[in-house]
């Protein structure tokens, strides 16, 4: 095991102090009575200092001189070749990683450089680059970074910035590409667009959803804060793009062959975002919990535009005082945070969040009081126990209904209904004072005592239904949290005692997953019955996810050989789907042709493939463009034109979905299936058969073992069992006779 390595944690901890006196008086501190350990820490913050002097340097040359530099002959007469001995010890703008040309330096963290970079090919688009920043390439720094690697290639989700690649330099310094997002960290947006608290929770409850799934892949972040939740604009709409998994911890997963060991003394995460057992530095004993406080802590500062406490006071009062303070210093509800701010302050926090001071103050009592201090709860078995379970409880306060985060009074639960019920209760209250107005006593004692009786009745009615949902909400829970540890035949037992009637968010999730599980087991029936009511309960879920739901769903029925369910199935995703303006479409259509369609259900689907051509074209040749993404929708658009009759159109999109760079097995599987029949149609049947004859023997191998859950670059599972779905009307078109 390395020894501990306390000067580097102190080093990063220094280095975000401004000015020398604020860094002798933490030293001071810190180092007080280990002189070498004082004298090591200042070396390092002098080299550092020299460095970032460097790099400072490096950035103002002019693209002339990088592009003079590039031109140069090398002693073999080669334009561009650095002479042996002379490789540069830091990259330059201009300078090409792979396949990749760095055009701008766009973020620097605490052991990596991140540049807007252009990648060449095999397709052309801007990327963002991290790698490993000079003389920061310690082994436990490049153990971190590998595993940022491999966390965020294990993840899918719209609100995860996606990995394309990685690799390493010619001087071995690792690194990894993945999507630009070109937008601003939460706070700043929420504040300059001055969102409502209703917006602002909205925002947060899909950056839960995103930290969820990461859960559910086996990472915690352990950097939750601001800057790493940027928020970009698709359509017009605001998206938050959780970024830098570069401390990820991974859960009973191996991310990397080398040992990512995070010494006793050295502290990873930021000090105001930090839980308070991730204080403790005790890496071995932080789990998703950890990041729940962290959420809590970003949810504080957009609810009042400051963390619960001081970064700067945290990092200067030392770090023995920093994780006393987040050991046991409990900090101000939100609602008497705001109230202590100086009058301009107050007012121009209330300005950001489009509400007048008074009206701030009374929206942030109560519920997202208790929401808040729920998620921030020192001891953390008293947190919320998922992030789905905290983006609920936000939910239920957006609905008002009664949150779990406080202890539900009678009051409390007669207060909520009120307020869910405003036209009842106002009507209500005008009928009872007409009759007291106009009735004497004796009808007036009537009244009270049957309306009391009435009341009596209700409030045990609704006694009972706030129990069996509190019993609903409890077990939900538990199974949200026996599928995250993976005990999925506990899950599965569960299950059968709990009834989604309702939209749920971590309803859909365990559905979702134990359906997959079923899937991977051969059990097709129940994970047939899992999608099913998936599609019931999956109604807060962003249209990606949701379509995806679908893409899983249909291939099982027909799988199953219930033909009415799918028929059924793929009339509700038409009906559904037929208006949306998102680029899922493709995804629609898709699923929905799985079996030939009459020319009703077919003419309804038009304006689906109109929106596929309008955002294939896009990604295709846009800007931006996504060969990923275009190569399904060819897909898409040739099983629609093969179910219309114009089989030429079906085999140029077959073609033009095989010729992208990017391999994807399960999708030219599908690209060869849907090419010969087309064939067959056009009477080239030695092609068409050879087309068969690749795709069958694919699909054989792959159905030879149980299926994984696969991954997006590679094909998930249900895109092989689309594949499989289709090769029997393949096989028995071309098998069956002439062309006709």
């Not at 949810?299 to 970064?311: H, V």
Request: hydrophobic share 40%; proline share 5%.
């Amino acid at each position: 095991m390395n020894q501990p390595q306390p000067e580097e944690a102190l080093f990063e901890a220094a280095r975000q102090l401004t000015g020398a006196a604020a860094r002798a008086a933490f030293l001071d501190q810190a180092c007080r009575g280990q002189p070498e350990l004082r004298a090591s820490v200042e070396a390092l913050l002098s080299a550092g200092a020299e460095a970032d002097k460097f790099f400072a340097d490096a950035t103002t040359l002019s693209d002339n001189w990088v592009s003079r530099l590039a031109a140069e002959p090398d002693a073999n007469g080669l334009p561009g070749q650095a002479a042996e001995g002379n490789t540069p010890i830091a990259e330059g703008l201009g300078t090409r990683i792979g396949n990749h040309k760095l055009l701008q330096k766009i973020g620097e963290g605490g052991c990596g450089v991140v540049y807007m970079a252009e990648q060449e090919k095999p397709i052309r688009r801007r990327v963002a680059l991290k790698i490993i920043k000079l003389g920061m390439d310690t082994k436990s720094v490049i153990a971190r970074f590998e595993a940022e690697r491999q966390a965020l290639a294990m993840m899918d989700h719209p609100n995860i910035a996606r990995v394309y690649e990685a690799g390493a330099t010619d001087t071995g310094r690792p690194y990894f590409v993945m999507e630009l997002v070109r937008g601003i960290k939460i706070t700043d947006y929420a504040d300059q667009n001055h969102l409502a608290t209703s917006q602002r929770l909205d925002l947060f409850i899909r950056i839960c959803q995103a930290i969820q799934h990461a859960h559910q892949k086996g990472i915690i972040h352990r950097d939750i804060k601001p800057s790493n939740i940027l928020v970009t604009l698709h359509d017009g709409l605001p998206v938050p793009k959780v970024i830098d998994f570069g401390i990820a911890k991974a859960i009973e997963v191996r991310l990397t062959d080398k040992t990512l060991f995070t010494g006793y003394e050295q502290m990873i995460g930021t000090p105001a975002y930090m839980s308070p057992e991730q204080a403790e530095m005790s890496g071995l004993d932080v789990d998703t919990r950890s990041d729940i406080y962290s959420l809590g802590v970003l949810l504080y500062e957009l609810l009042t535009g400051r963390p619960p406490f001081d970064p700067q006071k945290l990092v200067q009062n030392g770090l023995e005082e920093m994780r006393r303070t987040l050991r046991e210093r409990e900090p101000q509800r939100p609602s008497t945070m705001v109230t202590t701010l100086q009058g301009e302050e107050l007012t121009a926090v209330a300005r950001q969040h489009g509400a007048e001071p008074p009206k701030l103050i009374s929206i942030l009592k109560g519920d997202l009081d208790w929401i808040v201090m729920k998620a921030l709860e020192k001891d953390r078995r008293r947190r919320y126990e998922t992030a789905n379970g905290l983006a609920m409880d936000i939910e239920r306060y957006l609905h008002n209904e009664p949150v779990i985060a406080r202890p539900p009074s009678r009051f409390y639960r007669f207060q909520k209904s009120v307020r869910r019920n405003k036209v009842v209760f106002g009507a209500g209250a005008a009928v009872l004072l007409a009759l007291l107005a106009g009735t004497g006593t004796s009808t007036w004692l009537f009244l009270r005592e049957r309306e009391a009786r009435r009341q009596a009745v209700a409030a045990g009615q609704r006694e009972i239904t706030l129990r069996r949902q509190a019993e609903f909400r409890e077990k939900t829970t538990q199974l949200t949290l026996l599928v995250s540890q993976e005990k999925f035949e506990e899950a599965n037992a569960l299950l059968g005692q709990v009834a989604f009637t309702q939209p749920t968010m971590e309803g859909a999730a365990v559905l979702r997953s134990l359906g997959e599980w079923q899937v991977r087991r051969g059990n097709i029936k129940a994970a047939a019955e899992c999608f099913s009511q998936l599609l019931q309960v999956d109604q807060f879920d962003g249209w990606d996810v949701d379509t995806l739901d679908y893409l899983e769903c249909g291939p099982v029925l027909l799988e199953l050989g219930d033909r009415p369910g799918y028929e059924s199935f793929r009339r509700s995703a038409i009906a559904r789907f037929s208006g949306t303006a998102y680029p899922v479409a493709d995804r629609i259509i898709k699923v929905s042709l799985l079996l030939p369609a009459d020319e009703k259900m077919l003419a309804s689907m038009e304006p689906l493939a109109a929106i596929t051509l309008q955002t294939f074209t896009a990604a295709d040749s846009g800007p931006q463009a996504d060969a990923f993404r275009a190569s399904w929708q060819c897909l898409s658009l040739a099983l629609m034109a093969y179910r219309t009759g114009h089989y030429t159109q079906a085999a140029g999109w077959c073609r033009k979905c095989l010729n992208y760079p990017e391999y994807n097995a399960p999708r030219t599987v599908t690209a060869q299936l849907i090419l010969a029949m087309a064939c067959w149609r056009l009477q080239a049947t030695v092609e068409a058969q050879a087309d068969l004859a690749m795709a069958r023997k694919a699909i054989e191998a792959k159905f030879s073992a149980a299926l994984d859950h696969g991954s997006a670059p590679n094909g998930f599972w249900f895109d092989w069992t689309f594949a499989r779905v289709l090769l029997p009307e393949a096989a028995g078109l071309i098998g069956g006779g002439t062309p006709r």
